[in-house]
């Protein structure tokens, strides 16, 4: 975000500085701040094996108080919102109907979503565990949102545990740098979707049934939806059963992406989870709600006023929404080939590194427009948002490169509701991740960015 006067670990003695990242490693080796590590073969099939620190900024982010007491009030009414626009069938069926000829991911997500709308399946309890991503465009000082995650959003962890090792460093470096570390945001994010997911089974109220983690292949003590479709039914009264067990939350850490669902056998079982009555994190409604395409149908005029009856709360959405176009604007799409870097062409996926920026953008557009037909409708078109750069310390597998940056923003929410009764509408923390600003994507997995924390100014 923008940064005031950097704290750069420079100014204060190289050896101190040294020192501090020594510290910062070897205080997320302790508390368990590491990912994978992909130099080493035997990451991720032994257990404990082949761990790494995650990739972290030395110091936090400067973010003013009142962009971080907006971004925090937004998250209850855009769980709402997801709510909303989750019911209304015909709306998503709609929406998303020419990106269905174009892009065979979204035509199955929205077959699944079909299909239910045909059996009137309704989904009583319904629990939303979400991250909407925002940048501070520097041009206008406005907070504008990135996107909304509705499935497996990232992170809840690791980054508590970010904002807990800056609290640290502050506390013991903080004499040197003049940095108080009560300006650190409490973070407690992972422990408020556990709460969120303990919430949803106890008004599943079936003290037998379990909580199911979906996870892509080669992580332990869960099941992958191929295995969910080897063992798992649904019994006439909607019960889901995986291994004899009762499921009464199914949670999706994947499934986001088309490679998580390498043959038909993913597809069964997402379809039978679907079918049966645990409460989805997310159902298919909540995770269709959540594509750009969505997001960009949103920020048309008078849409909003579909969903939101209070008015101070759409001003408040439509306040974060940047520029948004489908791509059968002919006038937008000869704007994008003029100034194609003024822009960001997406296609509906997840999980980073699959945005078209600059002269590929230009040829992208241009290559598309001449197959003619609905090759267009795959992809939305955004205002690039142009954050302020600052000077930051990142630190990767025990190295320091300072580097300008530039961060993003995402605070997680979590919404839980039995029928009329609203169990849960929350903000839960926050999440902040800065890459160089010279890179144009943003994914800490996808090797882009860094995890970050943020500093009140
Ligand atoms: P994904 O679902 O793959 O995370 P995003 O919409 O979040 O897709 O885009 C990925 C990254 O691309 C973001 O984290 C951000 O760094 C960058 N990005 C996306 N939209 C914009 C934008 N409008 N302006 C500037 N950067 C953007
Ligand atoms: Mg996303
Ligand atoms: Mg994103």
């Not at 241009?366 to 939305?380: C, F, H, M, T, V």
């Not at 509408?425 to 800490?444: A, F, I, P």
Request: glycine letters at 6%.
């Amino acid at each position: 975000m923008s940064a005031a006067a950097p704290v750069l670990p420079s100014m204060m003695d190289p050896a101190a500085a040294e020192e501090m990242v020594r510290d910062a490693a070897a205080w997320c080796a302790l508390h368990g701040l590491v990912v994978g590590d992909r130099a080493d073969p035997r990451s991720g099939t032994v257990p404990g094996v082949g761990l790494v620190h995650a990739p972290f900024s030395l110091l936090p982010a400067h973010l003013p108080e009142s962009i971080w007491r907006q971004a925090c009030e937004l998250a209850p009414i855009f769980n709402n919102l997801v709510d909303r626009v989750s019911l209304d069938g015909n709306f998503l069926q709609e929406s998303l109907s020419k990106t269905k000829q174009v892009d065979d991911f979204t035509s199955r997500l929205l077959e699944i979503h079909r299909k239910m709308i045909e059996i009137n399946k309704e989904e009583n309890i319904r629990l939303g565990l979400f991250r909407s991503d925002y940048m501070l465009d520097s041009e206008t000082s406005s907070l504008l949102q990135i996107e909304l995650n509705t499935i497996s959003a990232s992170f809840p962890g690791l980054g508590c545990l970010v904002s807990e090792l800056h609290r640290t460093l502050i506390n013991q470096y903080g004499y040197l740098l003049s940095l108080e570390h009560k300006r650190v945001p409490a973070n407690a994010a992972s422990s408020q979707f556990a709460e969120a997911l303990a919430r949803a089974w106890a008004e599943f109220n079936v003290d037998s049934a379990v909580v199911m983690m979906i996870v892509q292949p080669e992580e332990r003590n869960m099941k992958t939806l191929s295995q969910v479709e080897a063992v798992g039914q649904v019994l006439p009264d909607g019960t889901l059963l995986v291994d004899g067990k009762k499921v009464a939350v199914v949670y999706y850490r994947a499934g986001y992406t088309p490679n998580d669902y390498p043959s038909e056998a993913e597809w069964s079982a997402r379809l039978l989870i679907e079918q049966s009555s645990a409460v989805k994190c997310p159902s298919i409604s909540y995770h269709l709600v959540g594509t750009k395409k969505i997001q960009q149908e949103l920020a048309k005029p008078n849409v909003l006023e579909r969903f939101v009856e209070n008015k101070e709360e759409i001003a408040k959405l439509r306040k974060c929404f940047a520029g948004l176009w489908s791509l059968d604007d002919e006038e937008i799409v000869k704007t994008a080939i003029e100034k194609p870097e003024l822009f960001v062409l997406k296609p509906q996926r997840e999980g980073g590194g699959n945005n078209i920026y600059g002269l590929e953008l230009r040829e992208t557009l241009i290559r598309l427009q001449k197959e003619g037909g609905d090759a267009l409708a795959a992809y939305i078109l955004m205002q690039r948002i142009f954050p302020k750069a600052s000077s930051a310390y990142l630190v990767r597998g025990g190295i320091c490169h300072e580097g300008l940056v530039i961060s993003e923003l995402g605070i997680y929410g979590a919404y839980l509701r039995n029928k009329d009764k609203v169990v849960i509408n929350d903000q839960c923390g926050y999440l902040m991740r800065t890459k160089v600003s010279s890179s144009d994507e943003g994914g800490v997995a996808a090797g882009f960015a860094v995890l970050d924390s943020l500093y009140l100014t």
